[in-house]
């Protein structure tokens, strides 16, 4: 299933080592201007090689549109987005042809499809997310047409954690001035050496990353199965390194008294709101009109440099196992962009089932 | 979207008060054997008023079959069950038409449809999960005639945890000896003690329960966007209550190192497994054969006796409100078969997606 | 797959020798005031016994709504109506446990399914029609409310033509004069005499049935897959009696030059129009703004009275069947709510998805 | 709508005049043998340019593989081919900016999306079953891998009927021979003339084709709503010029009795089957086992070389309009590879879903 979406419907596609990936964005509006630096700007926050702590893997990630948008805007039909894959280097692969890599996709695609290709982790790679980044580029474009912005930021790497609170979306801009993506600068510098503390063992950090939606209007959501936490919890948990999501105070939730949890509602300028905003902008997977804010937690990048223990898949037997190639240490700061564009993309396609944009014009 | 899944779908309907809710399951494949029975039990495992420490609304929440199964087999054709709501008692929510319940979807309803079914709730009462359960009782039916159980319990209230260890299905049938569902006696205790505490107080609590899939193949799940995790995200968070989902390690995975959070493998009896199961059964998104692993995080009920600030609808002013009504102080206990079903529902039809059950016929 | 649409959702179940049949509408906008009279003044079309040419099987099919409305007005939530099956007599259909009628679909389910219920076509039945006019009747008001009208009436049947040409919605209403549903009074006598004949004689006859939607605004349809006419033909070759569809003029195009063929384009008071309607309505899959037009081919009823060869499912040797029971000697009548229904859901889906009706409220 | 299909899903983009046209094909199970060779097969078939009787616009339509197959075996991953547009030249369309062409859907689309590529056709031109060709061709290969073929011809042009009767497949491949497709040799080369005479004239002419799947196992398609004959005449209905579509004796039936209509049963070999074969193979939207024929009306090309009154867009007064370029004066040959494609489309989607086809790895 690589399809995302009801309404505003995302296809992606491509393998890690094959020629390209791309995307099929189907369900934008008629009328919307864009261009592709709008694009690349995204596919740039998401780019290999971007500073020191990332993968060197070197991608200049170009999104080429083949279609959907004319004279800068967009026809209401299919935006066909290709990103050509360069630097690849295969053949330091072969050896993981017949041996799965603990904590990767190896085994599992092994025990589904019986064919795969091995190389760089195929369909499995987050070089996947490449086309989501594009797609999501689109749907932000859509949202921000209806004032709704979508921002991401780490809020802890290894235990290290980000003490910033934000007020306003421009807060959240800090993070662009981090390379790991950290708004709070002394917490960034901790993160950053830790991260290259690692990359120097040839271990890897996981962490959480935070998402929040501004000016999402009260009545966007599904109800029942349609939810609009249901929708973010599946679109931030199909990126690959995700283990947990939690909406508002999340898991402290479970610690609350119902007095203490519920956030109460008052009205100003004629319009309803609630005093606190523990339930994350959601009551009922309906939004409230308040902030939206997930996060989500990031496992370690399973490629580590030291030994481990796998099987070879035609013997059977025991092997040791030591991947090389060129990894990043911690995705946090990469993966920020694609969380961004999922929101982005639940959003887009639910404040269109919402009647709040326009199916087919904008 | 009252509608779940691709292959195996199950649509909900029904309000609180009016005077039935219900669900029709489509794609269940012909020839399982099923009875009233079958369903019976789960509905009873959900029912209000079935201990002290549940709402006394009292439901005999019986299970009608209108079609879809001839001479206790089913023909592959819808199976449409009605539940008949009983003990409704609709004139305590005449103050909540113009008033909207703080933590409660009555806010966002309101703004979403302009027009709603006030009483108890409507559709977005915690009743709507009934139909869930009768649907999950054929989804587990199902997936037991494939040698799949899926099996919950409540892992902490309030703070108070759990210590059980599970090592098969059948430890965890312990859970139903506790009348919180908590398959450790002493931490049992502790949690009956703290709700019956909260119930008379006017307050309540929240807590987390564990689900856990055994037997599940390796193979299961749908990339890119179909990921097993990414399902059981969506629909465990599509439950009301639900603030967090996480699999496997979750949230801890973001401390560890790559090195640390890896489960390797092995081969015994020329089978594939991983030595650990940190990764909660899934890799890339495909079950990897180990024991599925998922919890979820349940905020206290939204419904609590005391004093609460709210907003006339109509006239946008504060008005302070105090809820009566008959509610439970924690859901947990009655969360767990709801969650059961929700993992049940996404594997039943992942399996199907994946070529491990017919589409059609067992 | 039991669900029509993709936003105004339609779900049926039942069969015909069960306790009842029914269906689940999802995606129905709020605030729409109906009636149970509104979806009964359908179903009483659509009703068995209604005539002397229809089949003496008596049902009152009276609808009744579960959920979904409240105080007249829909919710937005799914509407739940059941239909009970009153006049069933079962045990006339004992031999054909295993021997399958020609020209039904007894063997098809046979060979699909393994198992069925064989009483009275199961949920081949016509019977199932019943939920869908129940549906079609909700469209119907959904529709109403933005000033569109579905409405049928037979052309032909077994060769007897109407020469009946309607200008506006209101001549259509005609049809309801007639038994047989046509407008053309001196047509119609000659098929009602036509149809006493074959009941007489045991057999049955077929033909062709018209529908209409006036007053869809240009602009109504999803290219390329999504196209109305594709949907249209869907939707009607759906019903169980019907060979063929056809749009405009539909096969006599085949005959046609382009300069024949083209309808012109004018403008009459500001607004683009074509001069004449061999389209019925539709160019590229999207509505010109003139009348939708489509044509039914309906075979004749397969339950004929007289001997025919079929095949004991068990011995696989060659039997002789005599189909008792009561049955419609022409489907026609009945045929035309059904038809009608189909278009309306249509058209409500298509017009929600282009932005011509609000999704989430009237 | 850009996509069709279930579990075999194909979403198609691209416009006329823009970089490129292509299509995304996601479902097809794993291990899959196919080569660009197998799909450019196809694509030349509905090349223009083939012989004298199409249009004279020169593509090579290069099918170019980006994703989804890896060492000529299918991946169980999306398959993204991309055609570059080549011999494009858009400007003989500038006047058309403002002035639909009649019978085209240029007006339709202007309605509904406000803002479209004009140059030939944009998303609305036939240019885009290109790509459904290329999806036909890896649908095709998948059914030839279960022993099912799928085979058009066509059967009729301008009234001028074809007397070839089929018996098997092989009988079906004598519509390669000729530049029409059709099997009648007498009937072929009177078409032939036909067409010539328009093209001389500027005009254009339609006809009929016949498509036929062989092997089809019985058991295939779902009721209700995903009728195996409903799915047919939805995606025959949704290519551009089709305004009809029977199946079986289609429209004859309407003047059949039951008696005469009805196939009776019979057995050979321990298989149940139908002595004759009037419902084209489907019964209650299931197969019978016999092969399935469905048959199309296809309109004259709109595009014709003489005087046409239109309407400019934006005064809304009349003008006359003469459509130059470069256009077929019969798109009969060139649509029997498009009908043949989106029959297999069909059948792979319905053959995974009923069970037929493992919808992982072949």
Redo the contacts between chains.
């Keep these: ?4 979406g ?2 505003f ?1 995302v ?5 890690s080592h ?5 995307v ?1 964005i ?1 369900g934008c509006p ?2 919307l201007r864009i261009t592709q630096e709008d694009i690349q700007k995204d596919l740039n926050r998401r780019r290999p090689g971007q500073s020191d702590v990332t993968t060197p893997r070197s991608e200049k990630d170009t999104a ?1 549109i ?3 948008i ?1 004279e800068d ?1 967009t ?6 987005i ?1 990103i050509r894959n360069e630097d690849v280097d295969s053949h330091t692969y072969d050896e993981l042809r017949h041996v ?1 890599r ?4 190896d ?3 092994h ?7 091995h190389r760089g982790g ?3 790679s987050a070089r ?1 997310t490449a086309a989501r980044v594009a797609a999501g580029a689109v749907a932000k474009e859509l949202l921000a047409h209806h004032s709704v912005r979508v921002l991401g930021h780490v809020v ?1 790497i ?2 290290i954690q980000s003490k910033f609170v934000f007020e306003s979306p421009e807060d959240l801009l800090l993070a662009e001035r981090s390379i790991v993506r950290c708004c709070d600068a002394a917490a960034s510098d901790e993160m950053v050496a830790c991260v290259e503390r ?1 990359k120097k063992t040839g ?6 990353a935070e998402i929040v939606a501004f000016n999402v209007p ?10 609009l ?10 990126i ?1 390194a995700v ?25 100003t300028g ?1 319009r ?1 709101k ?2 606190t905003n523990k ?2 902008g ?8 308040a902030p939206i804010i997930c996060r989500i ?8 440099g ?1 030994r ?4 070879d ?1 035609e013997t ?3 092997v040791d196992l030591s991947v090389s190639g060129r990894h990043d240490p911690c995705i946090l700061p990469r993966i920020v962009p694609v969380a961004e564009a999922m929101v982005a993309l639940v959003l887009a396609d639910l404040m269109i ?3 709040f944009i ?4 904008v």
Tied chains: 1, 2, 3, 4.
């Design positions: 299933m690589n399809t995302w009801r309404i419907r296809t992606t596609w491509g393998e094959g020629p390209a990936t791309g099929v189907d008629a009328g080429e083949l279609s959907g004319y805007k026809l209401g039909t299919p935006i066909s290709v799965p603990p904590g990767h996709a085994y599992t695609f025990a589904k499809y019986g064919w795969r290709d195929g369909r499995a996947e802890e290894h235990g690692m271990d890897s950090v996981g962490g959480i009260a009545g966007v959501g599904e109800p029942v199965f349609g939810k936490d249901a929708e973010l919890a599946k679109a931030l948990m199909s690959g283990k947990a999501v939690e909406i508002g105070v999340g898991f402290q939730s479970a610690r609350l008294t119902g007095t203490e949890m519920n956030d109460p509602f008052t009205a004629g309803i609630t005093k339930a994350g959601i009551l009922g997977g309906i939004s409230t009109g937690a990031v496992k370690p990048t399973p490629s580590v030291g481990q223990t796998s099987v898949l059977l037997e025991e089932q919402g009647g326009h199916p087919v014009r």
